[in-house]
């Protein structure tokens, strides 16, 4: 695993009404403090990739759909410098993901309903200071295939 990434399973408490589930506590000491909460749908076939943070820190949920989501180290001072790796989460595995400043990540929307992402980080945005950068999702110093690998 990627240095300083965070996994948090999550467990639905559930009845005849329906579940409950707690995606993020302020015990978890996920996020060193609150910035904002925000929520984005994509739909089937869709990658968002790659994109990292000089100074925030993210936290991922799918409460809807299935994703492949795609980490990439890339601070030269981590244990695991260039080392990518692969979560599957939403639906069929309900986790939420810790993702640190100077990893790039991105992710695939997976079968054919949309995804639904809600990400917490420790930051607001600031359009007058994005601390956003771009990366190709088939950049080949990641070199990530997207292809569904049949096996």
């Not at 948090?8 to 000491?29: P, S, T, W």
């Amino acid at each position: 695993m990627i240095d300083g990434v965070k996994i948090k399973k999550l467990l639905k408490h559930a009845d005849d009404r329906g579940y409950f589930l707690e995606v993020v506590r302020d015990d978890d000491n996920l996020l060193e403090r609150f910035g904002q909460l925000s929520l984005s749908l994509s739909y089937p076939g869709v990658i968002k990739a790659f994109h990292y943070h000089k100074r925030q820190d993210d936290i991922w949920y799918f409460p809807a759909g299935n994703v492949q989501a795609v980490l990439h180290d890339l601070r030269q001072d981590s244990s695991t410098f260039k080392q990518t790796d692969v979560y599957y989460m939403g639906d069929n595995n309900p986790i939420s993901l810790f993702i640190p400043r100077g990893v790039a990540h991105g992710y695939r929307v997976l079968g054919q309903e949309p995804a639904i992402i809600t990400y917490l980080t420790n930051l607001s945005y600031d359009p007058n200071d994005p601390d956003e950068y771009r990366i190709p999702y088939d950049d080949p110093g990641i070199g990530f295939d997207w292809k569904t690998q049949y096996r």
